[in-house]
Each structure stands twice: as C-alpha cells, then as structure tokens.
C-alpha cells in the first residue's frame, strides 16, 4: 500500500490502537496529525513514528465538540496542505450497568465516541469536498455496537450508532469521491486484557513473546494492534475506492464483513396484527428462531 502524498487525521491515536493506526498510516507514507489529550502522550507518540521514518505532526484536543475537529482539520492543512483520510478512533470508558448508570457516564461517552465522530467527519467531509479529490472517512465501531454488551450501554449505544453514520454518510458523500466505512476491531489491549478468558493467555504471551493461540486468533479473532492495522491502510488506500458503506471485522487471524440488519422473517394477516393474533403466530412463525444478543463468552479450549 502506497499513501505518499495522502494525508490522514487519527483521533485518540496517542497510544492503543489509535496509535497503531497512525503508525501503520505513516509507514506507508501518509503524513499523519497524531491526536490525544495531553502533550506528552502526543509527543511520545511523534517520536515513536519519527523514529520509524514517518512525518507526522501533533493537536492536543479533547475529541467531542466542533472547534476541537476544526482544529484537527486545520492542522492538517496548515501542516501538509490537504487531508484525505480521517480515522475516528478516539474513545473513553464508563463501564456500569443500567441502573448504576449516571447521566454523565452515559454523555461522556457518547460525546466523544458518537458526537465526536460526527463532529470530526463533518469537518474533514467539509475539506475533502472543498478539495474535489475525494477522501476516505474510517470510523472506529465495537463488537459491542453489533451484539451489545453487558454494562456498556452508553458505549454499544455509540458504537451502534457509529456504523449507522458510516451507511448514512457513504449515501450522502458517494458523488464526491469520499468513502465511508465502520472498522470493527478486536485487539489484545486494556480493555480486553479485563476477560478473564484471555488474560492470562495474553499475559503469558507478552512475557515469553509467543504468539497467541490459534483458539484466540481464529476461533475469538483476537490478536495484536498490529493484526487490525491493515485493514485501516487498506480502506485509506486507492484500492479501497470502491469499498463504501460497510461494517468489517479485523481482529487475529481473522477478517469479517457484518451482516447490516434486515427483515430475517416476515408474515402478513390480511387487516392487520391484534396482539391475540401476533401471540398465536409468533412461536411457530416470526419468532420461532429469535436471534442472539450479547457478545458471545470466550471459550478457551479444556486442558
């Protein structure tokens, strides 16, 4: 993948898999705008990409609100005379279940992971338009935001809703040559370093510097940040041109496109559905096959 002279905004890439994405980017030849809230990560992050060859500059800015992604637009400009890729990768964390759930906890994440991403495309969207040569919108979705998960409504809510946008924008911005797509990535980081499931797999695996078992990077499709950053290069890249309007899975070995909701089932009564009606043909019509909900428990194989 060759993306000299592109260049590419990275949300939240100061460290995690935000800066996996910006890394990879650069190593491709992007000239990238490293973003994170505070100025140390920022320029550890420089340094680190630097060190490997890459040009890449640095905002200090809390993703959420409009002047921070006029910010990150501005700077790319400013900086490298143009942008063609933004990557929504910037997030937070306020895990409880619903009825310990603040008002807070709930609007902190969905400002920065639904409104940020809005605030940020909108802004880069913007530009790429005025520019006339296209662009690529990546935005950053969860397992979590296609199944849902236990004590994360405020963030499967934002997830969801991330990949709704993705559908949305590819209709809206298709004509002037931006593509837009949902990453749904699975990745051994903090978070996940939390399953007790993996655990102790990927602690083992850091300290020896063995790779992860097939049962994680097959069967859960669990593996490295670096194991997801391709697919990130790739849909920045001309030969992602085409690629527009989908929810893809990277995460191990293992790479998925997710189905988008549709109709799985469907019967019609002439007049309309009473609910005595609809409670007579639900278990042996429409219901009969209900679908699944939750991200699935990780099963490490038995000793």
């Known amino acids: 993948m060759d993306l000299h002279g592109k260049v590419a905004v990275v949300t939240g890439s100061g460290r995690g898999l935000g800066l996996g994405y910006a890394r990879a980017l650069a190593a491709a030849g992007a000239a990238v705008i490293v973003n994170d809230v505070d100025q140390d990560t920022v320029d550890a992050a420089l340094a680190t990409i630097r060190s490997e060859g890459g040009t890449a500059a640095g905002v200090v800015a809390a993703v959420g609100d409009s002047a921070a992604a006029q910010e990150l637009v501005d700077a790319a400009v400013r900086e490298f005379g143009r942008l063609d890729v933004l990557v929504t990768n910037a997030g937070i964390l306020r895990d409880r279940v619903l009825w310990k759930m603040t008002d807070d906890d709930f609007d902190d994440v969905v400002r920065v992971h639904l409104r940020g991403t809005f605030t940020c495309a909108r802004a880069a969207a913007v530009r790429m338009r005025e520019q006339g040569t296209g662009g690529s919108l990546v935005l950053i979705s969860s397992p979590a935001g296609q199944r849902g998960n236990f004590g994360q409504t405020n963030y499967a809510a934002a997830k969801a809703g991330v990949v709704a946008m993705a559908r949305t924008w590819a209709m809206e911005l298709g004509r002037a040559g931006i593509t837009v797509n949902a990453v749904v990535p699975v990745a051994a980081t903090e978070m996940t370093r939390t399953i007790p499931a993996f655990a102790p797999v990927i602690e083992e695996s850091e300290r020896t510097g ?94």
């Open 210 to 303: 063995s790779a992860l078992p097939d049962w994680l990077r097959k069967g859960e499709g669990l593996g490295t940040v670096e194991d997801v950053t391709g697919l990130v290069t790739f849909l920045a890249s001309d030969a992602a041109k085409d690629v527009t309007g989908q929810a893809i899975g990277v995460g191990g070995d293992r790479l998925a496109l997710w189905a988008h909701p549709k109709e799985k089932a469907t019967a019609f009564a002439d007049g309309g559905w009473s609910a005595e009606a609809i409670a007579a043909q639900w278990p042996g019509g429409v219901g009969a096959e209900p679908e699944t909900y939750g991200i699935p428990a990780p099963q490490a194989p038995e000793a």
